[in-house]
């Protein structure tokens, strides 16, 4: 009887993983409001322009609200209601923009922008639903070598023109020191030819 226990806890575990399914479905969609975060986690660099990507879908006028946590506290980001305002904090103003979809996007992150950001949406009967998104910002230690590289080369190359050039003044400068020397000298023996004549 070995296999058939085999075949029922089996059809116990799939009907155990399909209820625990149904069940976070149903945690995540109370009272009509969904919330999807495609991507959880982001890395960016220091300067870039990220998008915390999300999708909500409610069957009434919802809330929007964007919170960064991180080492340095809690700040509130930016709070909208769909088709009715729009409130960005004083400090992420000219930063922040704001998506139908419930996303928003921020520019020229920096280190300090690295955190977790909490998306709460809220219906307009109470219930409501949260997403996280952890954003990781890194400092561009390979743009600065390159750029470095890049600088290093240049001089290199100018320095090499410019011995190039200096080499090149100094064949010219003794060439015209030759050139004047073989007239000076031609018109001396001339003047001495005449002065020979003369006597
Ligand atoms: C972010 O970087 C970490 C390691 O630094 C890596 O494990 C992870 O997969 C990256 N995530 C994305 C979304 O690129
Ligand atoms: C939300 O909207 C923005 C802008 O239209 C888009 O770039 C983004 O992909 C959307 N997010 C999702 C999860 O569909
Ligand atoms: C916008 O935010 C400020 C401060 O957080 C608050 O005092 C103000 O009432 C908010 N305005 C709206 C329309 O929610």
């Not at 575990?13 to 976070?24: D, E, N, P």
């Not at 300090?112 to 709460?120: M, S």
Request: net charge negative.
């Amino acid at each position: 009887m070995r296999p058939l226990q085999g075949c029922r806890g089996r059809g116990v575990v799939v009907g155990t993983v399909t209820l625990c399914l149904a069940a976070g479905w149903a945690l995540q969609t109370p009272g009509g409001v969904s919330l999807v975060v495609p991507q959880p986690s982001i890395n960016a660099t220091v300067a870039q322009n990220i998008l915390l990507s999300v999708e909500y879908s409610c069957r009434g006028v919802a809330t929007i609200e964007w919170k960064h946590v991180s080492s340095w506290g809690t700040t509130k980001i930016v709070e909208w209601k769909s088709g009715n305002y729009v409130n960005i904090s004083t400090v992420y103003k000219d930063r922040v923009t704001t998506f139908e979809n419930g996303s928003i996007q921020l520019l020229n992150v920096g280190m300090r922008d690295a955190g977790y950001y909490f998306i709460t949406v809220t219906e307009e009967h109470g219930a409501n639903t949260y997403g996280t998104i952890v954003v990781n910002v890194y400092e561009i230690i390979y743009e600065d070598l390159h750029f470095v590289a890049v600088l290093f080369t240049f001089l290199a190359a100018v320095s090499a023109i410019l011995v190039c050039f200096m080499w090149l003044c100094n064949k010219s400068l003794h060439l015209f020191q030759k050139k004047m020397t073989h007239k000076l000298t031609a018109s001396t023996t001339e003047e001495i030819e005449l002065e020979t004549i003369e006597c």
